[in-house]
Structure formats: structure tokens, C-alpha cells
């Protein structure tokens, strides 16, 4: 009883001074949101121009709204492919500063959907919903679940641990970084935020795993920038000369954050120290995904506690050059896998049987590559496409 007297007041005097912090980042972000705003209206700068030496980097954003797209054209209109801030600021390798009226509705969603709802939900209630549940009869896709968020390929795609709010962070192949919130309310725009803190492809988003106001991202252009929505600021975490094509915490040290970088290196970046604390040469090739390696017409399993036992099942993988690769995922358990199906639609793979039901939808335009199933709540799983679409079925 004392153990657990002691972890429950360890946990309230975190989430009092959770509360208190996140207060404070909101008052000053509305504040710093509120001078730039007058500040660039009154020196009329354009948009996209270019800043002078030893000025702060802008990054700007480019909602449906702003660019004068309502959001219930937002499918059928194309989005410019012109990425902001110019590429040059997303070369620089100091901070890039968040200019932007709307950061903080974005941080205001985050933050307060993050002091509202636990960090992690117990593991039994989530067993006890997937048990009773199967995907494939269980999930449907509705047309307000659709939107075009970016210009370019979507090459990587991940749900913020909330329970009451479906928030995304997609990655695209110009460098931009987009938030969409299904959820918006009328006050709130239209949900869609989109900085460009990359000068290429965004091929890794890892959110810190207790507080999700911190969004890593890694790129071909060999940065890992950290988007620190509560200082609205995109800080430089690491860079090299070779490209960067995978990210992902540790899940049981949240100062340890792995990354494949050029021709199969796996290297652990140890925020505490500020180094690389391991490096590995795993492979020949490019690591494009620190849980899995798969590109021929197989998906395989290793199981066993020396991952000695290896399953293998036929899976058509070829999706050329105007696709991004499929990359399979995990469901809530391990009974199930998600993964891209050339005929548009979602391979639901049954591990034990080897059984694929594909999860079809008219509202389904384009093929989905890439994957995120919700960490906090069963049965709400996002589809990503090389034409920057985004799907939520649920």
C-alpha cells in the first residue's frame, strides 16, 4: 500500500506540474503568435522570401485556409507542390523559428489533449478490446475520414497517443511536416498545418513518448530536427552527410533514439550525453525501418526468445517507382498485420492461419502504403498514399 501511495503521489505531482508547464507554453506561445503577426503585417514581407544573414530562419504555414481552399474542396483540389520556408532555410543547420498565427491553436491541441488523457492506458483494457474484436469485420472508412494534406508522397505517417483526439503527423517527399486534427472544431480552422522544416523527403516522425509536444523527424537531407511545439522552434538534434531513413524511440529509455543512417548503419543518438552512444553495420542497403527489413514478395516473422523461429507469407510487394515500398505493421496484438494491397486497399493478415482479408472502401482513391494504428484506442487505423491522401478507418 505504500509502494502504491507513493507512485500515485509521484504521479499527481507530475501531472500538476504538467498542467502548470503546458499553461504557461500556451499563454506564451499566444503571445509570441500575436507579435510576430503584427510584426510581419506591418513590414509587408512576402511569404517565401528568403531571410538575411544572421536573421532567425521563418517557417511558415500553408493550411487550406490560408491558401484560399475551403475544406470541403480540400479532396478535389490540388495542393501547390512549392514547399515553405525556401529550401535554402531548411538546409541551414541552426534552429528553424516557428513563425505562425495558427501554432498555437496546433499547440493548444496537443498540449491540452495531453494534461487531459493518461500517458498510457493499462495494458489488460487494451488486451481485453482486441481480443473481442476482428478488423476486418469491425473496421469502415467515411468520406469526412479522407483528406489531401500535402503536395507530395507521403513517406511516413503516426497517430499521437491521445484517447479522445485523432491527431496526425505525415511526412512528404518535398521536406514538409503535416499536422492534420480530425477532430477540429469550427473555431479551430480547418485542422490542417503544414511547416517544411526539411530541404528533402521526411522519412522518419518519432514523438517523444511522454510528451508528445516534442516531434522528431529525420530526413534524406541527414537531419534530425526535434519540432518543440511548446517553444515554437525546430531544433537541429543531429546532422551528417549521409541520408537518414528511419526513426523510432526505445521504447524503455526515451533518451535513446535509433536511427538508420546511410547504407545500413543503425545508430543510437543518447539525448542525455547529446552523441551517438552505439553504432551498427547491419546491412548493405539503406535500413528503411528499424522494426522491419522486407522487399521481396514475402512478409516474414521472427518469434521465438532468440527470434529463431521464422514464418514466412506471400505477399505481392512490388509497387515501383511512383510508390512508396509497403512496410507492414503491427496491429494491437500479434495476431494481426496491416499492410498496403496494389488494388486499393488494406491487407489484413492473419498470423496464425496466413490468412490476408483485404479491407476495401469506394471512398478509397489511391493505394496506401504506409501504416499507424492508434496506441490508445482499438480499431482506428490510418492509411497514407504516395499522392499525400490521408485515410482513417475506424
Not at 507554453?25 to 522570401?49: C, Q, V, Y
Not at 498545418?193 to 522528431?216: E, N
Not at 495476431?335 to 492461419?353: H, K, Q, S, Y
Request: with cysteine; aromatic share 10%; net charge neutral.
Amino acid at each position: 500500500m505504500a509502494a502504491a501511495k507513493a507512485a500515485l503521489t509521484e504521479y499527481e505531482r507530475r501531472r500538476l506540474e504538467n498542467i502548470k508547464r503546458n499553461e504557461e507554453m500556451i499563454a506564451s506561445i499566444k503571445r509570441k503568435a500575436n507579435d510576430l503577426s503584427t510584426l510581419i503585417k506591418s513590414s509587408k514581407r512576402k511569404p517565401h522570401r528568403i531571410a538575411k544573414p544572421g536573421k532567425t530562419p521563418v517557417v511558415l504555414r500553408r493550411s487550406l485556409r490560408s491558401r484560399g481552399i475551403s475544406p470541403d474542396s480540400a479532396q478535389e483540389t490540388a495542393i501547390p507542390t512549392t514547399p515553405s520556408p525556401p529550401v535554402s532555410l531548411a538546409k541551414q543547420k541552426g534552429p528553424l523559428r516557428i513563425v505562425d498565427d495558427f501554432v498555437a491553436t496546433l499547440a493548444a491541441t496537443i498540449l491540452d489533449a495531453e494534461e487531459n488523457a493518461p500517458l498510457h492506458r493499462r495494458v489488460e483494457s487494451l488486451q481485453n478490446e482486441v481480443e473481442s474484436w476482428n478488423p476486418a469485420s469491425a473496421l469502415s472508412l467515411v468520406p469526412e475520414n479522407t483528406r489531401r494534406l500535402l503536395a507530395g508522397r507521403i513517406l511516413t505517417v503516426c497517430f499521437f497517443p491521445f484517447l479522445d483526439r485523432r491527431l496526425l503527423a505525415v511526412g512528404d517527399k518535398y521536406g514538409n511536416l503535416g499536422f492534420w486534427d480530425a477532430d477540429f472544431g469550427e473555431s479551430e480552422g480547418d485542422g490542417s498545418y503544414v511547416y517544411t522544416p526539411h530541404s528533402a523527403p521526411v522519412s522518419g516522425i518519432s514523438l517523444h513518448p511522454f510528451s508528445s509536444s516534442k516531434v522528431f523527424t529525420c530526413s534524406y537531407d541527414g537531419f534530425i530536427r526535434l519540432m518543440d511545439v511548446g517553444e515554437t522552434v525546430f531544433k537541429m538534434i543531429y546532422s551528417t552527410e549521409d541520408s537518414i531513413f528511419s526513426l523510432i524511440h526505445h521504447p524503455n529509455n526515451t533518451k535513446s533514439l535509433y536511427f538508420g543512417e546511410g547504407q545500413g548503419d543503425l545508430k543510437m543518438w543518447d539525448e542525455s550525453a547529446g552523441k551517438i552512444s552505439s553504432s551498427w553495420d547491419l546491412h548493405e542497403q539503406r535500413i528503411n525501418t528499424i522494426d522491419f527489413n522486407s522487399i521481396d514478395d514475402t512478409v516474414g516473422i521472427l518469434s521465438g526468445p532468440s527470434f529463431d523461429n521464422w514464418t514466412t507469407i506471400k505477399h505481392f510487394n512490388q509497387t515501383g517507382r511512383w510508390l512508396s515500398s509497403f512496410r507492414a505493421i503491427w496491429g494491437w496484438d500479434d495476431r494481426f498485420l496491416f499492410m498496403g494491397n496494389m488494388r486499393r486497399a488494406v491487407d489484413i493478415i492473419t498470423v496464425e492461419d496466413k490468412n490476408i482479408v483485404p479491407l476495401e472502401s469506394p471512398f478509397m482513391t489511391a493505394i496506401p502504403c504506409r501504416f499507424a494504428v492508434h496506441p490508445q484506442r482499438v480499431g482506428l487505423l490510418a492509411g497514407a498514399t504516395a499522392g499525400g491522401q490521408i485515410y482513417i478507418w475506424s
